[in-house]
């Protein structure tokens, strides 16, 4: 059984469990609103790696040939967002306003790797920071991300800016890029958005996403152009992921965002919720 860890400021308060490395809530005070949702034991936030989302065929070609991924119980066919979610992670360190948990993964088909999960709360800010070190022989592509569920009503707006999205098709997986949003999807002016199921990627995000809840306004930032977006017809929570990479980037030309991590070497990802 994991033992939640309690973190807290004048501006934030925050419970992390370590199984998954999840976020289980966070709470702003001076609004005394939840930040995230959390309902129907789900939500909260949580880190995505060795691979964010899913990968079409649940299988890759790398130089060195096919990796074939492998299953968790929370999906029949895909890896969905890896393994991190689902494993249990070591706490390395802990004080009252920050803590780090470590986790070591490995897998027949390659992955091996040591990473590093940081919370910290700066003044109003969550940073969470995600560092990821391979420890294999086999050089393996790696990918990585957060997925954050905030709390989100019929009276909230978002707004962000992208260059086009991902449409979404069979599987949950991403339809052919195009660079015309339909309003539903099309976040440049805040706006609640449609009440329907929407599940795409967007390209060319400016790193930078506000919504207003209520009388708080949550900014989201990360050093990335890939950004997801989930949200579910009558339910109270709007997902959004950045990633280091677009979802299938595996089976894209180039494979944008993926990084070929040799033994020793490590690639970081890293967001910020600020609650004003």
């Known amino acids: 059984m994991s033992t939640a860890l309690t973190l807290q400021n004048a501006h934030l308060r925050m419970r992390v469990d370590p199984q998954g490395g999840r976020l289980l809530t966070l709470f702003s005070l001076p609004h005394q ?35 074939q991924l492998p299953l968790h119980d929370a999906d029949p066919t895909f890896w969905l967002h890896g393994d991190g979610w689902r494993q249990r992670w070591e706490v390395a360190d802990a004080g009252d306003q920050h803590c780090v948990l ?35 022989q086999r050089p393996m592509l790696y990918g990585c991300g957060f997925h954050p569920w905030f709390a989100f009503d019929t009276q909230s707006t978002a707004q962000f800016s ?34 329907r199921w929407l599940n795409v990627g967007y390209s060319g995000w400016g790193g930078r996403a506000v919504i207003r809840h209520g009388v708080m306004k949550i900014t989201l930032s990360a050093q990335t152009p890939w950004l997801m977006l989930f949200r579910m017809p009558g339910r109270s929570f709007l997902c959004l992921e950045p990633q280091s990479h677009p979802v299938n980037a595996h089976h894209m030309p180039g494979q944008p965002g993926l990084r070929v991590l040799s033994a020793g070497e490590a690639c970081r990802f890293a967001l910020q919720i600020r609650v004003d």
Not at 162 to 176: D, F
């Open 162 to 195: 992208a260059s086009g999205y991902w449409p979404e098709g069979e599987q949950h997986l991403p339809l052919a890029w195009r660079s015309d949003i339909p309003p539903e999807a099309d976040f440049s002016r805040a706006h609640n958005g449609a009440d």
């Open 33 to 67: 609103q939840p930040v995230l949702y959390t309902g129907d034991g789900a939500g909260g936030l949580f880190p995505m790696l060795p691979v964010a989302n899913r990968v079409a065929g649940n299988r890759f070609s790398q130089r060195d040939g096919v990796v």
């Open 102 to 136: 470590r986790l070591r993964s490995q897998h027949p088909c390659g992955y091996d790797y040591w990473a590093t999960l940081r919370y910290a709360l700066d003044g109003a800010t969550l940073a969470a920071q995600l560092s990821i070190t391979h420890q294999g």
